[in-house]
């Protein structure tokens, strides 16, 4: 389903539809998607903080256990 519009039109199988036609039912299916589709999102965009942090901590990790440091970008 897509949104076009996003608010009162949605495109399902490459067909227009107006949600101002659908009946109560199909309203709500569409509020439904909607919202889950931006609960996935955030669910996304939650993912990819927890996977760099993730990845951050295992490589302080292994700095720790090694005592190799990561070369400095900065030019002091």
Known sequence: M??????NMVIIDDKEYKIEDFSKEQT????????LQAKAADL?????QLSIAEKAFTSLLVKSLTGKEEPKT???
Do not use: A, G, M, P
């Open 44 to 48: 996304r965009f939650k993912l990819d």
């Open 28 to 35: 709500y299916h569409v509020t439904q998607i909607r919202d």
């Open 2 to 7: 897509e949104n076009k519009d996003n608010s």
């Open 74 to 76: 900065d030019k002091e």
